[in-house]
Structure formats: structure tokens, C-alpha cells
């Protein structure tokens, strides 16, 4: 249970939340991401509270405000990389370039055209990533971004969120487990016993 939580985080800033198991990180981010309504408090996103609007309006903001990075990639099957992005498109105004420019920044230009079947994990967890900037959102959410993959390429996801996040100017915030990797974000927060406070 959260108590009392306030985290903001301004564009081109990239923060992490750590803390023990079940001390509600995932819960913290659950609620930012507007997947569950919390019990009191708002929701704001790029300066507006969007904590009153109906759960239509949830989804269209999801869909064009905030990126989401899982555990797994969760990538879809039967799509292939570059159709992983374009079937999520939620403005029409995306071109290719804009798709091939998030490919190139992740080095996963020969992925476009491959199935998931067919890439390795850390070239898999890449191609999330360019799903989640891919509509051009306010915020990214990352939820155990490392969790599937070793120290080395772990690291190397890290970096490249935070790359994308400076690049594109984007809010994001990072629960993680791995304190490997704490020096790649710019400030660090913790949650524990339902209270989070800058580590």
C-alpha cells in the first residue's frame, strides 16, 4: 500500500524507484501509468490532471502520452519488428523515417523485417523500447527493463532508454531491482514501507 507518494519528474529526466519486494513499486508505477485509479491524490501528465477523466479517455491517453517497458518485451508473435510499432501507431502522422530513426538509435536496423522468433533477447527488449517512444508520449514507464537479460546487456538497455530519453526529452521513470545501474539515471528514489523518499 502507498502512503502519501508524490513523485514528479520533469522532461529529459530520467529517475529510477528502488526498493524491497512488495514494497509497492510496481503498484507506484501501475498508477502513473493510468492502469489502476488510485484511492486518493491525481494524476498529472505534462501539466495537466488527468486523473478525472473516464476510462475512455484512460485509454486514449495511454495510448498517445505514455510509453510502457515491461519485464518481458511482450512482443506480439506473428508481427514482425517494424510491424510491432506501426500496429500501435496512435497519431497518424508518424512516417518512416520517424520508425527508422528509433531502429538506427537502437541498433536494431537489421530486426525490421525479423519475428521475434528470430532475434535474441536483448534485440527483442530493443525493439520495446522503440514501441514505446514510437508515439512520441510525454512519459515513459519502465518496469524491470533488465529483469530477462545479463549484467552486460542489461547495462546496454539501460543506456539506450536513457539515450532516447535525453534525446526525445521525455519523462521517465525506471523501476528497477539491479543497482548496477543506478549511476545511468538522475535521481534515484526509494519505496519502502509504502513511503518513498530521494535516495
Given at each position: 500500500m502507498l502512503d502519501n507518494v508524490s513523485?514528479?519528474?520533469?522532461?529529459?529526466?530520467?529517475?529510477?524507484?528502488?526498493?524491497?519486494?512488495?514494497s509497492?513499486?510496481?503498484?507506484?508505477?501501475?498508477?502513473?501509468?493510468?492502469?489502476?485509479?488510485?484511492?486518493s491524490g491525481k494524476?498529472?501528465?505534462?501539466?495537466?490532471?488527468?486523473?478525472?477523466?473516464?476510462?475512455?479517455q484512460w485509454t486514449q491517453?495511454?495510448?498517445?502520452?505514455?510509453?510502457f517497458i515491461f519485464q518481458n518485451h511482450?512482443?506480439?508473435?506473428?508481427?514482425?519488428?517494424r510491424e510491432q510499432l506501426t500496429a500501435f501507431q496512435a497519431k497518424n502522422d508518424h512516417n518512416a523515417a520517424d520508425i527508422d530513426g528509433l531502429f538506427e538509435?537502437?541498433?536494431?536496423?537489421?530486426?525490421?523485417?525479423?519475428?521475434?522468433?528470430?532475434?535474441s533477447g536483448g534485440e527483442k527488449q530493443r525493439v520495446a523500447i522503440a514501441r514505446a517512444f514510437v508515439n512520441d508520449p510525454d512519459i515513459i514507464l519502465a518496469d524491470e527493463p533488465t529483469a530477462s537479460l545479463d549484467g552486460a546487456?542489461?547495462?546496454?538497455?539501460?543506456?539506450?532508454?536513457?539515450?532516447?530519453?535525453?534525446?526525445?526529452?521525455?519523462?521517465?521513470?525506471?523501476?528497477?531491482?539491479?543497482?548496477?545501474?543506478?549511476?545511468l539515471v538522475d535521481r534515484v528514489y526509494r519505496l519502502e514501507g509504502g513511503r518513498l523518499a530521494l535516495q
Open positions: 513523485l514528479s519528474v520533469q522532461k529529459g529526466e530520467f529517475a529510477a524507484v528502488i526498493g524491497p519486494s512488495g509497492g513499486k510496481s503498484t507506484l508505477l501501475t498508477i502513473a501509468g493510468m492502469l489502476l485509479a488510485p484511492d494524476i498529472s501528465i505534462a501539466g495537466k490532471n488527468v486523473s478525472d477523466t473516464n476510462k475512455r491517453i495511454r495510448r498517445e502520452h505514455i510509453g511482450q512482443l506480439l508473435p506473428y508481427l514482425k519488428a538509435d537502437l541498433d536494431i536496423v537489421k530486426c525490421r523485417n525479423q519475428y521475434p522468433l528470430e532475434m546487456h542489461g547495462r546496454q538497455v539501460v543506456e539506450m532508454i536513457r539515450t532516447e530519453v535525453k534525446k526525445r526529452e521525455k519523462a521517465a521513470v525506471m523501476v528497477t531491482h539491479d543497482e548496477r545501474i543506478l549511476d
